[in-house]
Nanobody, 127 residues
Framework: QVQLVESGGGLVQTGGSLRLACKVS????????MGWFRQAPGKERLFAIA????????IYSESVSGRFTISINDATNTVYLDMNNLKPEDTAVYYC????????????????????WGQGTHVTVSS
């Protein structure tokens, strides 16, 4: 079992930056992939970004490429999502997710491929 606890959400203006954190605990997560999904109001959960615990390679959705970065602090078991140049359409609940390592070349952007989810943290980008 892996437990994920997000923090760092809040209100930010268009063009601003925000850092989300995800504290990871449990068994075996250093062999897992870590990622972030997001869910805008009234919409389905969508994949944003992911990386294996080793830190490479990162995989991005087109909507966040060039603006969002995922990183892992192995010493503190924390996954970070750095979001820059935020837009109103980035407003969503952001979920930290984890899945056991393996070949995720065809399913990494599917919510069903990620068995472990945090409780979510709200991000609101004002225009």
């Amino acid at each position: 079992q892996v437990q994920l606890v997000e923090s760092g959400g809040g209100l930010v203006q268009t063009g601003g930056s925000l850092r989300l954190a995800c504290k990871v605990s449990g068994d075996g997560f250093r062999r897992f992939w870590m990622g972030w999904f997001r869910q805008a109001p009234g919409k389905e959960r969508l994949f944003a970004i992911a990386v294996p615990w080793s830190g490479h390679p990162s995989i991005y959705s087109e909507s966040v490429s060039g603006r969002f970065t995922i990183s892992i602090n192995d010493a503190t078991n924390t996954v970070y999502l750095d979001m820059n140049n935020l837009k109103p359409e980035d407003t969503a609940v952001y979920y930290c997710v984890s899945t056991p390592g393996g070949d995720h070349s065809t399913d990494i952007n599917q919510a069903s491929a990620w068995p472990y989810w945090g409780q979510g943290t709200h991000v609101t980008v004002s225009s």
